[in-house]
């Protein structure tokens, strides 16, 4: 059975950090385009980057280009989403998923493998 699961989600105020995992069972992880989406309440999924098999990244939103930095570590099957000066819009269930695709993709249809979501909730 393949499974992702997230964690480090919680409540930060405005500027502050945190970092997401994406952990892996029943597969490695060094074998698929791992992307990072988020959903906010109302409003569509949202690709927010994408680790791939050979190690390059893809930036799917300018705006958290310069504020999210996605990384692999290959030793723990993890995927890593560190995230920096958030802001109340950061505020969404970010979920990580797999897929078995040559480059990375902002479409979520993509992906086949997604974990159950960590909520991330920015404010004062």
């Known amino acids: 059975q393949l499974q992702l699961v997230e964690s480090g989600g919680g409540w930060v105020q405005p500027g502050g950090s945190l970092r997401l995992s994406c952990e892996a069972s029943g597969f490695t992880l060094d074998n698929y385009n791992i992307g990072w989406f988020r959903q906010a309440p109302g409003k569509e999924r949202e690709g927010v980057s994408c680790?791939?098999?050979?190690?390059?990244?893809?930036n799917f939103a300018v705006p958290m280009k310069d504020r999210f930095t996605i990384s692999r570590d290959r030793a723990k099957n993890t995927v890593l989403l560190q995230m920096n000066n958030l802001k109340p819009e950061d505020t969404a269930i970010y979920y990580c998923?797999?897929?078995?695709?040559?480059?990375?993709?902002?479409?979520?249809?993509?992906?086949?493998?997604w974990g159950q979501g960590t909520q991330v909730t920015v404010s004062s």
């Open positions: 998923a797999a897929a078995s695709q040559f480059w990375c993709s902002s479409n979520s249809t993509e992906y086949h493998t």
């Open positions: 680790v791939s098999w050979s190690g390059g990244t893809a």
